[in-house]
């Protein structure tokens, strides 16, 4: 299957600060990434929807301005969680589909920890 | 609406037990059907994945049939090894797939736990 990497693969920082995360598809081109937020013995959420070149959808609930998503090309999107505070500690996994549109291929998520 | 509904974990087996883990869905249209695992720690793989009615989709021995008739895709494996102890989430795309931007619709998970 097609690999999608995700760095960092865990996060420490402090309340307040930004934090970036990476997301590369590294076998294939991901024309649409997927971004989820999962809570420990929870299913994921989607946060946002992110096509290559535009910007991205937001789900209901989902603050743009505290996660800004950037999917600036067709292997790379990046999540920023902007002045973190400790609710938004979780774990953060993207996926992303390549042209065909079949499967949506998942990193291996970033676990952040806001203290 | 668009909904996955999972057995509620977690199951517990012994090694080398028969395993089914349930999954029901609601969708609009014609949905493709999955099936998602999750190690510890890790993010989710594709196990398994069906496009349309009764289709079987199999992997490492697991197996899921799509059954239009009664809105189920469940999970099931003869016999389950210790390494099998995970996650295991069922999910649907929405069609046209196009119209719902390819989205996944997630149920809840099973926490399965093998015993040696």
């Known amino acids: 299957g097609a690999v999608v990497s995700q760095h960092p693969s865990w996060v420490i920082c402090k309340s307040g600060t930004s934090v970036k995360i990476e997301c590369r598809s590294l076998?294939?081109?991901?024309?649409?990434m997927f971004w989820y937020r999962q809570f420990p013995k929870q299913s994921l959420m989607l946060m946002a929807t992110s096509n290559e070149g535009s910007k991205a959808t937001y789900e209901q609930g989902v603050e743009k301005d505290k996660f800004l998503i950037n999917h600036a090309s067709l292997t790379l999107s990046t999540l920023t969680v902007t002045s973190a505070h400790p609710e938004d500690s979780s774990f953060y996994i993207c996926s992303g589909i390549g042209f065909r549109r079949e499967t949506q291929y998942f990193g291996p998520g970033t676990r952040l920890l806001v203290l | 609406g668009n909904s996955v509904t999972q057995m509620e974990g977690p199951v517990t087996l012994s090694e080398e037990a028969f395993l089914t883990i349930n999954c029901t869905y609601t969708?609009?249209?014609?949905?493709?059907l999955f099936w998602y695992v999750q190690y510890p720690g890790e993010g989710l793989q594709l196990l398994l994945k069906?496009?349309?009615?009764?289709d079987k989709g199999s992997n490492k021995g697991f197996e899921a049939t799509y059954r239009k008739e009664t809105t189920s895709f469940h999970l099931e494996k003869g016999s389950v090894q210790v390494s099998d102890s995970a996650v295991y989430f069922c999910a649907l795309t929405p069609l046209p797939s196009m119209e719902y931007g390819n989205k996944l619709v997630f149920g809840a998970g099973t926490i399965l736990r093998v015993k040696s």
């Open positions: 069906a496009t349309k009615a009764d």
């Open positions: 969708a609009t249209g014609y949905p493709s």
């Open positions: 076998d294939f081109q991901a024309t649409t």
